[in-house]
Every structure is written in C-alpha cells, then in structure tokens.
C-alpha cells in the first residue's frame, strides 16, 4: 500500500453538508493525487500535489478543493455535498521507480463516500 | 472525453485460457502505459508498464504489446487463474506524474 492510509473509509452524508477526506502517507513522497472512480469512467483526477501547500486541478475538480499543509497529508474537502459527488475516492502517491524512470502512481484502500 | 478507450468492458475466460484486453490513444505525447490489477474492495495495484520505445514487455504471465504507430497497446494474461478475477485498467502519461485511465475491464476466469 505504499505507506497510504485513507480516513474514513466509508461515509454516508447529506447533500448541502460540508465533507472533508483525509490521506495520509508515511514515506515523504512528493506527488499526492486525488481521484473518483465510477462505473464506466475509470478513475479521474480530481486534484493532485507536488508539494506542501503546492496543488494543482485536474480534469474534475468541480465542487473540490483540497489542502496539504504537510508533507505527509493531502485532504480533499466537499464544500457542500451533492449526490453526484456519491462515490470511490482513491488517494495515490508517486515516485520515480523501476525501468521505465516515471512517477509509477500506488493507490491507497479508497473511501466509500454516500451523499443521500 | 475519455483520453484512453478500453476494451472489452468485461470478459468471461476458463481457467488456462488467455485474456486479453484492448487500449487505444489518440495523444502522441504519451509516453508511459501502465496497467493496474484492482480487486473488489481494493485500491487499484500496479501491475506492468511500458514505455513506447519497446514493443513487448512480459512479467510472468501478464505481457504488455505495444504499437507505437497504431496507436494501440494491449494487456495478455497468459494461463489465467481464478485468482486473476479483478478488474483492469490500463492508462497513460505524458506528463510523468499524471495519468489518464481507461474505463476499466472486468476479467471473470471460470474454473
């Protein structure tokens, strides 16, 4: 799991309600990411950082915000919840590693979020 | 608009038989295609990956095939075991710390 623990794991909330999602990474990578993962789309970039208090958009960060005020953790807020924001939320860290010489991503265990 | 299309969306194999799934790009700038193994529950797990001035990449039963000029790059699972039952992605970078991931394919190996 490389080091990544994700918290909670699973939540049920309302729409309107404000959510935030923890990642916490013990290995002092330097790219953190955000992603949701949906029937039929995948796994999208909602977010990602390259280091403390340095964050960046990806192609759905629509409705998301995210801070990193420390190395090790990379929070993902839902200012106010909607039902289309129920869904898998993977946190993922990268380094360069191995032949190829890229950022190889390793992903935490999600968190199961329920906006009713 | 999904940057990577995959297919199958999902595939029955028997046990000993081969999978295979498909990947195209339309981005020529990409330039690391790795595939990821995902159980139910699970974050998605790094399993292979390739870059475009190779053609074929194998690790044990699991071979990447990549055609540059197609545009195309395709996962094998050679021998495949009901213990390989997951999902499977595959995506690409061109920027070397993000990644666009296909859809996904869910392998489903009969006993």
């Known amino acids: 799991d490389a080091g990544i623990t994700q918290s909670p794991r699973h939540k049920v909330t309302e729409t309107g309600t404000p959510v935030t999602l923890r990642c916490h990474q013990t290995e002092n990578h330097r790219y953190m990411y955000w992603y949701r993962q949906d029937p039929g789309h995948g796994l999208r970039l909602i977010h990602y950082s390259y280091g403390v208090k340095d964050t960046d958009k990806g192609e759905v960060s629509d409705g998301y915000s995210v801070s990193r005020s420390k190395t090790e953790d990379f929070l993902l807020t839902l200012e106010s919840a909607t039902s289309s924001q129920t869904s898998v939320y993977f946190c993922?860290?990268?380094?360069?590693?191995?032949?190829?010489?890229?950022?190889?991503?390793?992903f935490g265990p999600g968190t199961r979020l329920t906006v009713t | 608009q999904q940057q990577v299309k995959q297919s199958p969306q999902s595939l029955i194999v028997q046990k000993g038989g081969i999978s295979i799934i498909n990947c195209a790009y339309e981005n020529t700038a990409f330039d690391y295609f790795p595939w990821y193994q995902q159980f139910p529950g699970k974050g998605p797990a790094l399993l292979i990956a390739?870059?475009?001035?190779?053609s074929e990449k194998k690790e044990g039963r699991f071979t990447i095939s990549f055609n540059k000029s197609a545009k195309q790059f395709s996962l094998h699972i050679m021998d495949s075991q009901p213990g390989d039952s997951a999902t499977y992605f595959c995506a690409a970078s061109m920027l070397r710390y993000k990644l666009s991931f296909g859809a996904g394919t869910t392998v489903t190996v009969r006993a």
């Open positions: 993922a860290i990268s380094e360069v590693r191995g032949e190829t010489n890229s950022y190889e991503q390793y």
């Open positions: 390739i870059r475009p001035d190779v």
